[in-house]
């Protein structure tokens, strides 16, 4: 297993405020970060803002205020995102930062310096919604093949040399075919690869908010290539011999929306084909959130608060809800309702009844001591005990291909078939009985510790604030994979329950 792992999140556009689909990002990444790390793994994980372009620019001027007063402002509001949601990205980049700027401009010349950019004259569409170019041939009824509003553009523009770098694309995905996932989006990939590819403009003259074009500065960048540039920008690109660039690179994992594929599986991979650099190992694109069933919009008003959720709800159940709901690759759908039963479901019944149950009766009938005869005899007994580390090859393989959901739902069913053992076990009807059946208990309860511990140990990626209360309440200290399968027990007080139950609307 290589000892590296670059994570990213794709950046966000300053255009508006923090939404859904940005949080969903941020707690995906984080919770693979986490797990990483868990595995000792060195992991660096990178989010941040993208600051530049015709969206921003326009954001900025409705707001009458100059772009960068607009951009700083707005992007503390990111940062404040990470926080609330118990984020640990170990790096926030903003693409108006110098570091940037340098980087953006190092990638420019050195594709010029290649032959890979001549000048020539752009005459098309652009939507400034999906900073995009398209043939008259995309267009639907007059829009994007998205739907969104395009304009005529005719500039003096510099292109990039994408033609050439079809057949290569096309190569390396024949030989690494998962380098993106799920599978559905490798084959919309490569199919629009097939398609043909035309050059890519990549310079704006009518638009002012940009990177300035390395000796011509009556052009900046389009914001894509500016943007895309920050992945490596955060290794300390253009210093190829950066020690991050060389650890972290290509073992990284750009997860992404559905919406902006192809901007990192054709136009990233050959730009950095293009000055000698190996694409990302990996790109996730994940599915799209909906609200009640509509699209999150602003003119709908409809748009969640991840904010307001984190504030009503706490964060553990923000985070569970969206990995728990929908398998990352898939489109979802968020409604309060769906939020607070499957909380008060999975977390405080499945999860923190157990737990509560198991711990209460222990420090209640028998002042928090579980000494005695471990005579392991019932073969669920076995099952919890060693359920941990059998279980973690599984969650690794799971976690080496995004699969999130598949991750929480084999933790999931291994706490119903938990809870099933607890009432077969019937602690408060052994504790009344003869010494053999004190044994029992005792045996059945330190299975249940154990499998506790493991629980909250491999949960903890997903759902840090409850895990670690309840290592706190079994007083392990600090545990980690090294400790699945012991028997770790050692409270200093009463146990309190991990979740309050929430009340379901009418
Ligand atoms: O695309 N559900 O920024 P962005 C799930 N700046 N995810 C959603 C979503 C929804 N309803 N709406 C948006 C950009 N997203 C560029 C990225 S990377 C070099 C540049 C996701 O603020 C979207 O798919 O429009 C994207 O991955 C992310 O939020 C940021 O979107």
């Given at each position: 297993m290589a000892s590296y792992q670059y994570i990213t999140t794709s950046i966000s556009y300053l255009n508006g405020s923090a939404h859904l689909g940005h949080a969903y990002e941020l707690i995906a990444a984080d919770a693979m970060a986490r797990f990483w790390r868990l595995c000792g793994k060195n992991v660096k994980f990178l989010t941040g803002t993208d600051e530049h372009g015709s969206k921003v620019q326009k954001a900025a001027q409705d707001r009458g205020m100059p772009p960068i007063n607009h951009v700083d402002e707005l992007s503390q509001e990111f940062v404040r995102l990470g926080h609330i949601l118990n984020s640990t990205a170990d790096d926030f980049i903003r693409t108006t930062q110098p570091r940037?700027?340098?980087?953006?401009?190092?990638?420019?010349?050195?594709?010029?310096?290649?032959?890979?950019?001549?000048?020539?004259?752009?005459?098309?569409?652009?939507?400034?919604?999906?900073?995009?170019?398209?043939?008259?041939?995309?267009?639907?009824?007059g829009l994007a093949p998205t739907g969104t509003a395009v304009e005529w553009v005719e500039e003096p523009c510099y292109f990039f040399r994408l033609s050439h770098w079809q057949q290569p694309l096309l190569d390396y995905y024949q030989a690494h075919p998962d380098a993106i996932l799920p599978k559905e989006r490798f084959n919309e990939t490569l199919s629009f690869i097939k398609q043909g590819l035309a050059d890519l403009a990549?310079?704006?003259?009518?638009?002012t908010w940009g990177v300035p074009v390395p000796g011509h500065p009556e052009h900046v960048m389009y914001v894509w290539i500016d943007a895309l540039t920050n992945y490596i920008t955060a290794l300390g690109y253009p210093d190829r011999q950066n020690q991050d660039f060389i650890n972290y690179w290509p073992e990284s994992l750009h997860l992404i929306g559905k919406d902006i594929l192809r901007f990192h599986t054709v136009f990233w991979p050959a730009f950095l084909m293009a000055v000698g650099i190996q694409p990302p190992k990996r790109v996730f694109a994940h599915g799209w959130w909906t609200i009640q069933g509509q699209k999150m919009s602003k003119s709908l008003g409809n748009g969640v608060s991840p904010f307001e959720l984190v504030e009503k709800y706490g964060s553990d159940a923000v985070r569970y809800f969206l990995m728990r709901e929908v398998r990352l690759g898939s489109?979802?759908?968020?409604?309060?309702?769906?939020?607070?039963?499957?909380?008060?479901?999975?977390?405080?019944n499945t999860f923190g009844n157990l737990a509560q149950r198991v711990l209460a009766f222990i420090d209640q009938f028998l002042k928090g001591q579980l000494d005695g005869q471990d005579n392991v005899e019932d073969p669920d007994e076995?099952?919890?005990?060693?359920?941990g580390q059998v279980t973690l090859p599984l969650l690794?393989?799971?976690?080496?291909?995004?699969?999130?959901?598949?991750?929480?739902?084999?933790?999931?069913?291994?706490l119903q078939s938990a809870n099933a053992y607890m009432a077969r076990l019937a602690p408060w009807e052994l504790r009344k009985q003869g010494s053999e059946a004190k044994d029992r208990m005792i045996t059945g309860l330190r299975s249940l510790v154990i499998f506790l511990k493991d629980a909250a140990i491999l949960l903890s990626p997903f759902i840090p604030k409850a895990a670690e209360r309840l290592l706190q309440s079994l007083g392990t200290g600090t545990a980690g994979l090294q400790d699945l399968g012991l028997f770790m027990y050692n409270p200093s007080s009463a146990p309190s329950p991990l979740f309050q139950k929430l009340e379901e609307r009418a």
């Open positions: 940037h700027i340098q980087a953006a401009q190092a990638l420019w010349q050195e594709l010029e310096d290649r032959g890979q950019i001549y000048l020539g004259n752009y005459a098309g569409w652009y939507s400034i919604r999906d900073e995009a170019f398209y043939h008259e041939s995309d267009l639907v009824d990549i310079s704006r003259t009518k638009i489109d979802g759908d968020f409604s309060h309702e769906a939020l607070i039963r499957r909380y008060n479901q999975e977390l405080a076995t099952v919890l005990r060693t359920w690794t393989q799971l976690m080496e291909r995004q699969d999130t959901y598949g991750y929480l739902d084999l933790i999931f069913s291994q």
